[in-house]
């Protein structure tokens, strides 16, 4: 059976490839698409979620907006967005104007976005589905925090929340927090309070699955308007990586979550005591990861490790090439 799957997610480069996954995989079934301020603007990263299914085909699974910001404004006010990452519009790299994305041809999708919010969403699926879903947030985790404050009996319709954000090691947007988790550390917090089975992926799992340009040239091979776009966006993804952080090779972080749902086998997991630090000075947002158990804390999440990024690149590339329309070659 496939499992039921709700993506949270703040497109941007690496969550658009999410979406790609989950809606190819017939080991998923992808219900609904929620979308939260991180990478860009909700408004932006609305439009990227519509703008991906546009490409990809992906049609019938709802669109619906989320949050514009955290659960409490930023101590100095402002917004969080990684723009240096994945550019102005949060998908940069490809023309929205042309092409797979094009939808009516001025860069709008055809892809509606739902009449809903991203709360009404997410309570309407886990609502309905007829066994419970699998969450999937690999933005800031406001939506999800959300949900579970306003519907605390919604959670068991909720199967597991696999999630990408935080870190084993250190941070990406301070030495101590990763992004995900540092936009909205109290909701990061109450997620991994929730008493919900959590799987984190953080960046010590994620900087293993690197964009090569060995990568590039399998997706390039495909040789269709959708392999094309991923192209671009990687190209862009690793010019910007390379930039802003001296990478050789951009790790394309969340889809480890699909990934890990389609072949659980492709990451090693330990069971450890995780909590996100909301006061220090120079850790607020940290994901405090206990791996050895020193704090006596019972443990409250599965923690991705080791990751084999041959078999996830597998699964990208397929997937890729199942929604663009490439043949089978042996
Ligand atoms: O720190 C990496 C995470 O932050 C990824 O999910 C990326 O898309 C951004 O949301
Ligand atoms: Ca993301």
Redesign the pocket.
């Known amino acids: 059976m496939p499992v039921p799957v709700i993506l949270d997610c703040?497109p941007?480069?690496?969550?658009a490839f999410n979406i790609l996954l989950a809606a190819a995989h017939p080991s998923v079934d992808l219900l609904a698409i929620t979308t939260v301020a991180?990478?860009q603007s909700v408004d932006k990263t609305t439009l990227n979620a519509r703008r991906m299914c546009e490409a990809a085909g992906i049609r019938g699974v709802p669109i619906a907006a989320g949050a514009a910001g955290p659960l409490h404004a930023r101590p100095h006010g402002g917004q969080l967005i990684?723009e240096k990452i994945?550019g102005g519009s949060g998908l940069d790299g490809p023309s929205w104007e042309s092409g797979p994305g094009a939808g009516f041809g001025d860069g709008e999708p055809t892809v509606p976005q739902d009449p809903r919010d991203a709360l009404t969403l997410l309570r309407d699926t886990l609502i309905r589905h007829p066994a419970p879903v699998t969450l999937v947030p690999?933005?800031?985790l406001t939506n999800i925090a959300t949900l579970l404050l306003a519907h605390p009996r919604l959670t068991d319709r909720i199967e597991r929340i696999v999630l990408?954000?935080g870190s084993a090691e250190r941070g990406?947007?301070t030495p101590a927090a990763?992004?995900?988790i540092l936009c909205d550390p109290e909701a990061a917090d109450i997620v991994f309070g929730c008493g919900v089975p959590v799987t984190m992926f953080g960046?010590n799992a994620?900087h293993q699955v690197r964009a090569t340009p060995e990568v590039i040239a399998r997706l390039t091979a495909l040789g269709t308007p959708l392999s094309r776009l991923c192209v671009e966006l990687l190209t862009y993804f690793a010019s910007t990586y390379r930039e802003v952080y001296g990478f050789d090779t951009p790790p394309l972080?969340?889809p480890l979550t699909v990934a890990h749902l389609i072949d659980p086998s492709l990451v090693s997991l330990v069971r450890a005591a995780v909590r996100v630090e909301l006061t220090g000075t120079w850790t607020r947002g940290a994901t405090v990861v206990d791996l050895d158990g020193v704090t006596g804390l019972p443990p409250n999440a599965e923690v991705g490790m080791d990751v084999d990024a041959a078999g996830f690149w597998d699964l990208i590339v397929e997937a890729v090439r199942v929604l663009g329309g490439a043949p089978n070659t042996p």
């Open positions: 703040d941007g480069h690496d969550d991180g990478n990684a994945h690999t933005g800031p990408m954000g990406n947007t990763e992004f995900n960046l994620t972080h969340d």
